[in-house]
């Protein structure tokens, strides 16, 4: 099976922040904040606007194909 370089990096270093987090997704987070505050720069981010996430949510709802 091929694999792709990117997605093997990409996991070699979310599991390398895991590690670094003791496997806790709260302090995982909390360690991504620090660096985000550290950096100036986002890297998470949230929608504030509930109305514009009800209508993501429901847009994605009516995608899905029932069988």
């Known amino acids: 099976m091929w694999q792709d370089p990117i997605v093997e990096e990409v996991r070699k270093a979310g599991e390398e922040l895991a590690k670094r987090a003791n496997y806790d997704l709260h302090t995982f987070f909390e360690n991504l904040r620090k660096s985000q505050n550290k950096r ?6 949230r929608i504030k606007n509930e109305a514009l996430y009800s209508e993501m949510l429901d847009t994605t709802e009516s995608s899905k194909v029932s069988r």
Do not use: D, G, M, P
């Not at 100036?40 to 981010?45: D, E, G, K, L």
């Open 40 to 45: 100036n720069a986002r890297v998470v981010s």
